[in-house]
């Protein structure tokens, strides 16, 4: 019985480190995801610093325009 057992496991951990040495669709498919959501974040990023100093600028002109007052 515990020589079964004992096969079973190891066969299951001969599977396990075999799987995990293979990057499949799946990894591939997901890597691939990470780095488009990284990407979207880092442009929303890049827009709002944009949009900002937009604002400032603005802000600045009619300061000037007004005398600051």
């Not at 799946?26 to 100093?53: S, Y």
């Amino acid at each position: 019985m515990k020589t079964r057992l004992l096969a079973v496991l190891l066969t299951a951990l001969a599977f396990t480190a075999i799987s995990c040495a293979e990057e499949g669709a799946a990894e591939k498919a997901g890597k691939k995801l990470d780095e488009a959501a990284e990407n979207a974040g880092e442009a929303v990023d890049d827009a709002t610093d944009a949009a900002k100093d937009a604002l400032e600028d603005a802000g600045d002109a009619i300061e000037d325009a007004t005398d600051g007052k």
